[in-house]
């Protein structure tokens, strides 16, 4: 819908600015720069597949997070990891993350 007044010409458009919000406030910088090689490895094997945008950083140091590579054999220290501190209750949230099994996904899919 069209603003009236511009309509009317009492007062010119709004010319709206196009910026990026490349400060990420939620994030420390360890999952800031985790997430940004991952869009680095996007960009470079699909190149048309991601908008090209600067790149983004955190205010908050921290640790950089963990990968696995491979589900260990026991995975003991691994449920340690991802355990709430004092429960015992293993639940998703800002200290834990998601691991996929790649090959038995591909596997499914068949």
């Given at each position: 819908m069209?603003?009236?007044?511009?309509?009317?010409?009492?007062?010119?458009?709004?010319?709206?600015?196009l910026f990026q919000l490349s400060t990420n406030y939620r994030s420390h910088d360890g999952i800031v720069q985790a997430?940004?090689?991952?869009?680095?490895?996007?960009t470079r094997f699909?190149?048309?597949?991601?908008d090209?945008?600067?790149?983004?950083?955190?205010?908050v140091t921290g640790p950089k997070p963990m990968f696995f590579l491979d589900r260990p054999e026991n995975d003991t220290n691994l449920r340690r990891l991802i355990q709430e501190k004092g429960t015992g209750n293993v639940e998703f949230g800002a200290e834990q993350g998601l691991f996929i099994d790649?090959?038995?996904?591909?596997r499914s899919k068949n």
């Open positions: 069209a603003d009236p007044l511009v309509k009317a010409g009492v007062r010119a458009p709004v010319k709206h600015q997430a940004r090689f991952m869009v680095d490895l996007l699909f190149p048309s597949s991601l090209a945008l600067t790149p983004e950083s955190a205010k790649v090959e038995l996904l591909a």
